[in-house]
């Protein structure tokens, strides 16, 4: 257990709907991350918080978005779900404080299923 | 842009026997990191072992241990002594030293047979 959760486990949804992920960091760490896993795109980075701020953005469509709340949980929003968002979602946490040193953990993820 | 290549999309080793899954990379960076991640059935994601561009010692973390050949930009994974848990999928990443994105390579997916 690498003490990032994530909720829910499994999501099952139609096309054009929107939906939350959501993520707890592991005690301490101030530094959220999301990835998507999908067979043809592998493992891409999505987009990184710390401490509340946006920190970085990776291949993230305008249709996603995130936050991070003072209590240093993050959401994941997608909405106008398509077929191809279909996707194991993991969010992983870091300390975050110098990029040197840095390790990041990840969550069991979300199985996200759009029909 | 980083690329992190997996040359062999599935292994298989016997029990106790070991095993070497490669990885290599390209970057202009010079301070960089790596990263072994495993992931298996279940889906998580576990860190196996890491390695910082800056030291020549390779990293070992019980039976698991990697040769980093940085002028080579290569970064295998030797699985010690394989055991049935070890099957997974497992993942080489790698991270700019000033950046916090993992890239990963497509992953190579490991069977260990009784």
């Known amino acids: 257990d690498s003490g990032v959760t994530q909720t829910p486990k499994h999501l099952i949804t139609a096309t054009g709907q929107r939906v939350t992920l959501r993520c707890s960091p592991r005690s301490g760490d101030l530094s959220v991350y999301w990835y998507q896993q999908s067979l043809d795109q592998g493992l891409q980075f999505l987009i990184q918080?710390?401490?509340?701020?946006?920190?970085a953005k990776g291949n993230i469509l305008e249709r996603f978005s995130a936050q991070q709340f003072p209590d240093l949980h993050s959401e994941l929003n997608l909405s106008s779900l398509e077929l191809g968002d279909s996707a194991l979602y993991f969010c992983?946490?870091?300390?975050?404080?110098?990029?040197?040193?840095?390790?990041?953990?990840f969550g069991p993820g979300t199985r996200l299923t759009v029909l | 842009a980083q690329t992190v290549t997996q040359s062999q999309p599935e292994m298989s080793v016997q029990e106790a026997e070991t095993v070497t899954l490669s990885c290599t990379y390209d970057?202009?960076?010079?301070?960089?990191?790596l990263f072994w991640y495993k992931q298996p059935p279940s889906r998580q994601m576990i860190l196996v072992i890491r390695q910082e561009a800056y030291k020549q010692q390779n990293a070992t973390e019980n039976r698991f241990s990697v040769n980093f050949q940085k002028a080579a930009k290569s970064f295998s994974l030797k699985i010690s002594d394989s055991q049935l848990g070890d099957t997974a999928m497992y993942f080489c990443?790698?991270?700019?030293?000033?950046?916090?994105?993992?890239?990963f390579g497509k992953g190579t997916l490991l069977t260990v047979n009784p």
């Open positions: 992983a946490s870091s300390v975050g404080g110098t990029a040197g040193t840095d390790t990041q953990y």
């Open positions: 918080y710390y401490n509340g701020e946006e920190r």
């Open positions: 970057t202009s960076e010079n301070n960089y990191y």
């Open positions: 990443a790698f991270r700019e030293g000033s950046n916090y994105k993992l890239t």
